[in-house]
Structure formats: C-alpha cells, structure tokens
C-alpha cells in the first residue's frame, strides 16, 4: 500500500498522538518517554504497517482490538518524523501539540532534562502537551 503525505497528515489529524510520559520514580534522563503513535482496530491494521513502511521506523503493537503503530526512539523522532510534519503541516489542534512534542524533543536533545530548571520546564510543556489533545 502506497501511502500519500497529505493522507498521512489527515489521518494523523484523527488517529495520531503526540504525548512525552513522565515517570516521577526514575532518574532523569529514564524517566522522559517521548511517543508518537497512531491507533486503529485491528481490522485496519494493514494501514499502522504501511506507517511503519513509510517512515521505516517504530513498532506495531496490539491488544485484543486495538492496534497501535508506536515510535518511541528519540533519533527516529528527531531524525524522521519531526521533518515530516514540519514539511507536512498539520491543520487542526494536532498542529499545536505537534510543536510542543518537537520542543521538549529538541530540549531532550540538547539534554536539557540533566538540569531541574530543564527537568521541570519539559514536564511542564508536558502537561500543555497533554491538554491539547
């Protein structure tokens, strides 16, 4: 299946996420768990792989009904999906949680977590991020 970018923005603008987890009992640099993940049943699960063909990166995951296509590794991150959707614009509210998920992505680059003030300002642009969705 080949997929075209602007079908991949709209379907994103529906079915995408953009999310940072935070675990409070770990170290810092363990405890940031950047993701981007598209979600579908598991009767389209066909689409998730053509995701994952396209960006050739991330993992497609499933439980009962629900697929999900997931990319969690900061470089792919970086390196593949933060350019296409800056390439890519989104249109709707996805667009504003996408800038807040490529900041707190180039501040963990930079290695900003290492500090408090940095720790804190990504938890906070975190929350933010969390409650455009």
Same mark, same amino acid.
């Given at each position: ?7 991949? %923005?709209?379907? %994103?603008? =529906?079915? =995408?996420?953009?999310? *940072? ?16 993940? *598209?979600?579908?049943? #598991? ?14 990166? =991330?993992? *497609?995951?499933?439980? =009962? ?5 997931? *990319? ?6 970086? #390196? ?19 800038? #807040? ?14 500090? %408090? ?17």
């Amino acid at each position: 299946m080949k997929l075209e970018t602007q079908w991949i %923005v709209g379907f %994103v603008e =529906g079915t =995408g996420c953009f999310h *940072v987890s935070i675990n409070p009992n770990l170290e810092a640099r363990q405890s940031l768990l950047p993701e981007f993940s *598209v979600v579908q049943h #598991k009767k389209n699960v066909q689409i998730l792989y053509a995701l994952k063909t396209y960006f050739c990166c =991330g993992v *497609v995951q499933g439980d =009962g009904n629900v697929m999900i296509y997931r *990319v969690r590794n900061l470089n792919h991150l970086t #390196k593949i999906i933060i350019p296409f959707f800056e390439k890519h614009l989104l249109k709707t509210k996805q667009r504003i949680a996408f800038q #807040k998920f490529r900041t707190i992505l180039l501040k963990m680059e930079r290695k900003e977590y290492l500090t %408090v003030e940095g720790f804190e300002k990504i938890k906070t642009l975190s929350k933010d991020l969390d409650a455009n969705v």
